[in-house]
């Protein structure tokens, strides 16, 4: 069963929280992404994970 846009919404950032939560307090490595602009291996990991969430329930976005 299909679930709807707006609880795939909630659960594609539940599973990004949880990987932000559970590296918490970690030494995080930071990638720079432009001049003043950087990111954290969290940061990386908990977008990999949202959209693991959106690929996996809506196979088709991986088709664009």
């Known amino acids: 069963m299909l679930i709807t846009d707006g609880e ?26 432009s001049a003043g602009d950087f990111a954290t291996a969290a940061d990386i990991e908990a977008e990999n994970t949202i959209l693991d969430v959106l690929r996996r329930d809506r196979f088709w976005l991986d088709l664009q």
Request: proline letters at 4%; aromatic letters at 4%; hydrophobic letters at 55%.
């Open 8 to 33: 795939l919404t909630v659960k594609a950032a539940q599973a990004g929280a949880a990987v932000v939560r559970a590296m918490y307090g970690a030494p995080l490595t930071r990638i720079q992404k």
